[in-house]
């Protein structure tokens, strides 16, 4: 059963235009999000994190947002570049448990 | 910069074969694990070791076994290979447990 849900397999969005990506969680002791970028052939990279004592994260164009009331997060990208065409992965852990939970992640296409 | 190093980046092997695959760190990080990409099923936790010798079960570890007798390195042995086992694994490494993973490439196994 999993524990982290991106309901959204794939997104399409026009250059310099904002990328919103959804995630949602069931565990209420998940205190520790992150987000990963895929692209093919190569591993996921570290993009943003975000700690339950923080509503919202940013770094350059990505921001993530955190509600943890409605157990949900959202990454968004602004100004969305082609570069940013990949499969990105919601992640979460609890406490000081190593482990991490992922998504079944969301291919986003940015289209010139 | 973290390089994670998986010694394939494509393996064929037939049905009950013993496969290893092997992750190497050059960062000294106390922390590696071994997850497996299916599509709709985003990344799922095999096996974890949070120092050398030892090991901890992830969310799917029947079938798969793990060595780490140095702290570099981290194997996965598939026992006696079956179809199922068809999959992308990845391998990664984090400093602590507050840290982001660092992933490898990936190998991507089929399993005939």
């Known amino acids: 059963d999993q524990q982290v849900k991106q309901n959204s397999p794939s997104l399409s969005v026009q250059e310099g235009r904002i990328s919103i990506l959804n995630c949602d969680y069931t565990?209420?002791?998940?205190?520790?999000f992150l987000w990963y970028k895929k692209y093919p052939a190569e591993g996921p990279t570290f993009l943003i994190s975000?700690?339950?004592?923080?509503d919202k994260n940013e770094d350059g164009r990505f921001t993530v947002f955190l509600n943890k009331s409605a157990k949900h997060l959202s990454l968004h990208i602004v100004p969305s570049q082609p570069g940013d065409s990949a499969v990105y992965f919601c992640?979460?852990?609890?406490?000081?448990?190593?482990?991490?939970?992922f998504g079944a992640g969301t291919t986003v296409t940015v289209r010139a | 910069d973290v390089k994670v190093t998986q010694s394939s980046r494509y393996l064929v092997k037939r049905t009950g074969e013993k496969v290893f695959l092997e992750c190497v760190q050059d960062m000294d990080h106390e922390n590696m694990f071994w997850y497996r990409q299916d599509p709709g099923l985003g990344l799922r936790l095999i096996y974890f070791?949070?120092?050398?010798?030892?090991?901890e079960k992830g969310d799917i570890p029947e079938g798969y076994s793990v060595s780490r007798e140095k702290k570099e390195r981290f194997s996965l042995i598939l026992e006696s290979a079956s179809t199922n086992q068809t999959s992308m694994y990845l391998c990664?490494?984090?400093?602590?447990?507050?840290?982001?993973?660092?992933f490898g490439n990936g190998t991507r196994l089929t399993v005939t």
């Open positions: 565990n209420s002791m998940f205190d520790y």
């Open positions: 070791s949070y120092d050398v010798k030892m090991k």
């Open positions: 975000i700690s339950s004592i923080k």
């Open positions: 990664a490494s984090s400093r602590d447990d507050n840290s982001p993973l660092h």
């Open positions: 992640a979460a852990s609890a406490g000081n448990d190593y482990k991490l939970s």
